[in-house]
């Protein structure tokens, strides 16, 4: 049972352009979501947050987007950058009490300059 | 800075082998956790533990043990090791959020490869 789950394995975006990384989700009881990218041979490094309460976050050139009705998240990088190209994850956290996250199956972005 | 350091970057061991593969966090940090990354299969959990000699089963504990005997260290343990366990593995560790959110620190993470 997939809970998180990120549709396009992979996605090329023109240098300077906006970059759309989505996720699903089918566990209403996450509260907390995180991206994180990862570059190869390195471990995950956190991006951005967002708590169920809000619907948008933004940290300079990175947004992130929380549609709770349609269990739906995206990642917005503008403008995108060569640095950018990694494997991004989307993560949910519930509301159980434990730290315990569930990660998806990953977007592999690349950017072309 | 969190710095969360595992022992080895490649490790290369033998089918039937007992595996430990160490990781340590500089942070002080109450939970820590063991994902295994397969491609087409994200990061999935095999244990986490939220305290000294505390540990919890994740999504694929099947083969695995954990040990967390000081809180700066959390081993992860293939008892009997088989080729699919072959993975890259990665350590993390967040401190406890206490109404407010903590991102899971990671690791560079061990390729470790069965043969």
């Known amino acids: 049972d997939q809970q998180v789950k990120q549709n396009s394995p992979s996605l090329s975006v023109q240098e300077g352009r906006i970059s759309i990384l989505n996720c699903d989700y089918t566990n209403s009881m996450f509260d907390y979501f995180l991206w994180y990218k990862k570059y190869p041979a390195e471990g995950p490094t956190f991006l951005i947050s967002i708590s169920s309460i809000k619907d948008k976050n933004e940290d300079g050139r990175f947004t992130v987007f929380l549609n709770k009705s349609a269990k739906h998240l995206s990642l917005h990088i503008v403008p995108s950058q060569p640095g950018d190209s990694a494997v991004y994850f989307c993560?949910?956290?519930?509301?159980?009490?434990?730290?315990?996250?569930?990660f998806g199956t990953g977007t592999r972005l690349t950017i072309i300059p | 800075d969190v710095k969360v350091t595992q022992s080895s970057r490649y490790l290369v061991k033998r089918t039937g082998e007992k595996v430990f593969l160490e990781c340590v966090q500089d942070m002080d940090h109450e939970n820590m956790f063991w994902y295994r990354q397969d491609p087409g299969l994200g990061l999935r959990l095999i244990y986490f533990?939220?305290?000294?000699?505390?540990?919890e089963k994740g999504d694929i504990p099947e083969g695995y043990s954990v040990s967390r005997e000081k809180k700066e260290r959390f081993s992860l343990i293939l008892e009997s090791a088989s080729t699919n366990q072959t993975s890259m593995y990665l350590c993390?560790?967040?401190?406890?959020?206490?109404?407010?959110?903590?991102?899971?620190?990671f690791g560079d993470g061990t390729r470790l490869s069965i043969l």
């Open positions: 993390a560790s967040s401190s406890q959020s206490d109404g407010s959110n903590q991102p899971q620190h």
């Open positions: 993560a949910g956290k519930d509301n159980f009490g434990n730290e315990k996250l569930t």
């Open positions: 533990s939220y305290d000294v000699k505390m540990k």
